[in-house]
């Protein structure tokens, strides 16, 4: 695919009106993945933001490669990002998933048409609302030191036999006195969303590399939140950890309905 371009597609929002002009004047100004200038390819009643990428770098073989390398990953999936971002700031939109690639724009203009209704059903459903991340994290104790060596019984041995049995029991108890506060503050979100949020999506928590705060992340959600009430959802969702030792609550957004626009997967297919 030496030579061949690609279109990308970001997200799709309205294709006319004043959405649309809001789209266009945001995408104005803005690079997207390779650098390229973004543009709108529109069919009925919803557009696609579009840039063209080089074949040998998104073709769906070398796509295979490229999602291994994470430098590569996370250049991408910033410029993704970028757009995306933008175009929220200004108007409804539908993130569509990193790495969304057509062999021109006339096949983006056929899934487009092919699935309008259902993006027409999604945008209106998502209009004047924003997405919140909620992540609780229990910040657990580090273990307890390793017990000491067994060794014929003597008076000194036998005592720090029984600091580190204390030590043990100090340390479970920490534990279990942190989780028991982590669910509290969980509750506590849940209680705070009421009335506020019109939708949740539960992610599974965070673990591993993918976990970049300390402590263990225990609940990871999303809301869908009217823009209006949105700040009023970010101060009470700030304060669910006041008074619980050991807990964090980690409030990211407002963000484009990435969460909640699930069923878009199925226009992936180029």
Same mark, same amino acid.
């Given at each position: %695919? /030496?030579?061949?371009r690609?279109?990308?597609?970001?997200?799709?929002v309205?294709?006319?009106?004043?959405?649309?002009? &809001?789209?266009?004047?945001?995408?104005? =100004?803005?690079r997207?993945?390779?650098?390229?200038?973004?543009t709108?390819?529109? #069919?009925g $009643?919803?557009?696609?933001?579009?840039?063209?990428?080089?074949?040998?770098?998104?073709?769906?073989g070398?796509?295979?490669?490229?999602?291994? =390398?994470?430098?590569?990953?996370? #250049?991408t999936?910033?410029?993704? /990002?970028?757009?995306?971002? *933008?175009?929220?700031?200004?108007? *409804?939109?539908?993130?569509?998933?990193?790495?969304?690639?057509?062999? =021109?724009?006339?096949?983006i203009?056929? %899934?487009?048409?092919?699935?309008?209704?259902?993006f027409?059903?999604?945008? =209106? &459903?998502?209009?004047?609302?924003?997405?919140?991340?909620?992540?609780?994290?229990?910040e657990?104790? $580090?273990?307890?030191?390793?017990a000491?060596?067994?060794? !014929?019984a003597? !008076?000194?041995?036998?005592?720090?036999?029984?600091?580190?049995?204390? &030590?043990?029991?100090?340390?479970?108890?920490?534990?279990?006195d942190?989780?028991?506060?982590?669910?509290?503050?969980?509750?506590?979100t849940?209680?705070?969303?009421?009335?506020?949020?019109?939708?949740?999506?539960?992610?599974?928590?965070?673990?591993?590399?993918?976990?970049?705060?300390?402590?263990?992340?225990?609940a990871?959600?999303?809301y869908?939140?009217?823009?209006?009430?949105a700040?009023?959802?970010?101060?009470? %969702?700030?304060?669910?950890?006041d008074g619980?030792?050991g807990?964090?609550?980690?409030?990211?957004?407002?963000?484009?309905?990435? #969460?909640?626009?699930?069923?878009?997967?199925?226009?992936?297919?180029?």
């Amino acid at each position: %695919m /030496n030579g061949q371009r690609l279109s990308y597609a970001y997200a799709v929002v309205r294709s006319s009106g004043p959405a649309a002009q &809001r789209a266009q004047t945001a995408l104005a =100004d803005v690079r997207g993945v390779a650098g390229a200038p973004v543009t709108l390819v529109r #069919s009925g $009643a919803v557009a696609a933001a579009v840039s063209a990428v080089p074949g040998e770098e998104f073709s769906e073989g070398a796509l295979r490669a490229r999602l291994e =390398d994470l430098d590569w990953l996370e #250049s991408t999936a910033r410029a993704h /990002n970028l757009v995306i971002e *933008t175009l929220a700031a200004r108007t *409804t939109v539908l993130p569509l998933r990193l790495a969304t690639v057509y062999l =021109d724009d006339s096949r983006i203009e056929r %899934m487009l048409g092919e699935r309008q209704e259902a993006f027409t059903s999604l945008l =209106d &459903r998502f209009d004047d609302h924003v997405e919140w991340g909620v992540k609780v994290y229990a910040e657990i104790a $580090a273990p307890a030191e390793p017990a000491p060596p067994v060794q !014929p019984a003597q !008076p000194a041995q036998s005592d720090a036999g029984r600091a580190y049995l204390r &030590r043990r029991r100090q340390h479970s108890q920490a534990r279990a006195d942190t989780r028991r506060a982590a669910e509290e503050a969980v509750r506590r979100t849940e209680e705070q969303a009421r009335g506020l949020a019109v939708e949740r999506a539960r992610h599974r928590p965070q673990q591993g590399t993918l976990a970049q705060l300390p402590g263990e992340n225990v609940a990871n959600d999303a809301y869908l939140v009217p823009r209006r009430l949105a700040e009023e959802f970010r101060d009470r %969702m700030r304060h669910a950890a006041d008074g619980l030792p050991g807990v964090r609550v980690e409030v990211t957004g407002p963000w484009a309905p990435y #969460s909640f626009t699930a069923p878009l997967e199925e226009a992936r297919q180029p």
